[in-house]
Structure formats: structure tokens, C-alpha cells
């Protein structure tokens, strides 16, 4: 079975950061392309980052909203993502979502609440 | 490329035909998905590529269109479809629409 499990999440002041990590089991994590989509509390789903296979050289992608302010990276001996989050703002506050998308593989976790609020 | 959906709100009678729309600001080539979202759950993959059913996913889903204008329509509801339904894009980036909730009438 498939599972993604987000950790990590929690209330930040603007401008600080926080770092969220995404364990997975249940399929071959190595070969996977790996997402971040957010959830806003108007219920706006957002995709945020993607980070691609070895075989594909790690290369990730941004939405421009978060362009130099979030980094996603992986450990594929650990099977897992995660998400660095820097120079937050409250409009980052969400659910974020670890997630596969990849047509009919496709998977998310429960999700976990940021919230940047000072 | 920018998703619009239509309409945001939609109630409607257990049994009826139920027609949503997903609009493209440019032309989406068939990459084109249907989410469906309860209350307190991630959501979840009902059609991909325009018109293929996810595993598990019952016949009465279904989806339909090309360029910029998709459909997803239930052939009859029922009431386990009351549901915030999202359209996603991926032919260029990755985009959501904005969602169209579903209601029992």
C-alpha cells in the first residue's frame, strides 16, 4: 500500500522558515516524481514544487509564487521528500500536500497545516 | 494556463444528470484531470487525460472535451457525491481550477 506522511507543519512568524518532510512507503520511491500542491483556506488548490528522478538528474520546478523562497529536495535511501521553506509570508499559510501525480499512479498524503501569522 | 470552472455552486436532486465545466485560458491537449474532495480529505483522482476512469471509481463519472473546454458529468448522482470537484491541468505547468461544489437539492 501506498503512503505519504507529512510532518512538520506548525505556526511560523513571517519571514521565518520551516522545513517539511514527506516519508513514503508502499512503491519504488527512486524512480518516483515527487510534488508539493497546497491547499489555501479559501480551498484553492496550488502546485508548488516538483523534484524529478536520478535518471532525470533531480531537477525540480517552482511555482512562481514560491521561486526562490521554497527548495524541494529528496533522499531517495530514505524514501523521502521534503520541502524547505524560507523568508515565509501569510499568504503561504495551507495544507500542504506530499503528492504523486503521475495519470492514474497517483497519490496523496493526509496533508499538513502551515500557518505563518505573527 | 488559467482553469475556470463552472458553476461554482451546483445543487441538484439524487439521480439527476450532472454536467461540470472546466475552461483552459489557452488550449490543454487532453491533460486534463478530475478531482473530487470531501470535507476534511485530500482530494482525490476520478478521471485523467480528459476521458480515462481511475481504478475504483464508478461508471456513472465520466469525462469529455478537447482544446480549452472540458466536462466532467455524473450520469446519476448520489448522495455520496456531495463533493468540491477540481479540474488540474498539466500540458503546461501544473494548474487547478477553482472548483465547483456539489450539493443534494
Known amino acids: 500500500e501506498v503512503q505519504l506522511v507529512e510532518t512538520g507543519g506548525g505556526l511560523v512568524q513571517p519571514g521565518k522558515s520551516l522545513k517539511l518532510t514527506c516519508a513514503t512507503s508502499?512503491?519504488?520511491?527512486?524512480?518516483?516524481?515527487m510534488d508539493w500542491v497546497r491547499q489555501s483556506p479559501e480551498k484553492q488548490l496550488e502546485w508548488v514544487a516538483q523534484?524529478?528522478?536520478?535518471?532525470?538528474?533531480?531537477?525540480?520546478y517552482y511555482a512562481e509564487s514560491v521561486k526562490g523562497r521554497f527548495t524541494i529536495s529528496r533522499d531517495d535511501s530514505k524514501s523521502s521528500v521534503y520541502l524547505q521553506m524560507n523568508s515565509l509570508k501569510e499568504e503561504d499559510t495551507a495544507i500542504y500536500y506530499c503528492?504523486?501525480?503521475?495519470?492514474?499512479?497517483?497519490?496523496w498524503g493526509q496533508g499538513v497545516m502551515v500557518t505563518v501569522s505573527s | 494556463i488559467q482553469l475556470t470552472q463552472s458553476p461554482s455552486l451546483l445543487s441538484a436532486s439524487v439521480g439527476d444528470r450532472v454536467t461540470l465545466s472546466c475552461k483552459g485560458s489557452q488550449n490543454i491537449n487532453n491533460y486534463l484531470a478530475w478531482y473530487q474532495q470531501k470535507l476534511g480529505e485530500a482530494p482525490k483522482l476520478l478521471i485523467y487525460?480528459?476521458?480515462s476512469l481511475q481504478t475504483g471509481i464508478p461508471s456513472r463519472f465520466s469525462g469529455s472535451g478537447s482544446g480549452t473546454d472540458y466536462t466532467l458529468t455524473i450520469s446519476s448522482l448520489q448522495p455520496e457525491d456531495v463533493a468540491t470537484y477540481f479540474c488540474?491541468?498539466?500540458?503546461?505547468?501544473?494548474?487547478f481550477g477553482s472548483g465547483t461544489k456539489l450539493e443534494i437539492k
Open positions: 508502499g512503491f519504488t520511491f527512486s524512480n518516483a516524481w
Open positions: 523534484i524529478k528522478d536520478k535518471s532525470n538528474n533531480y531537477a525540480t
Open positions: 503528492t504523486i501525480l503521475d495519470g492514474p499512479f497517483d497519490y
Open positions: 488540474y491541468q498539466y500540458n503546461n505547468g501544473y494548474t
Open positions: 487525460n480528459t476521458n
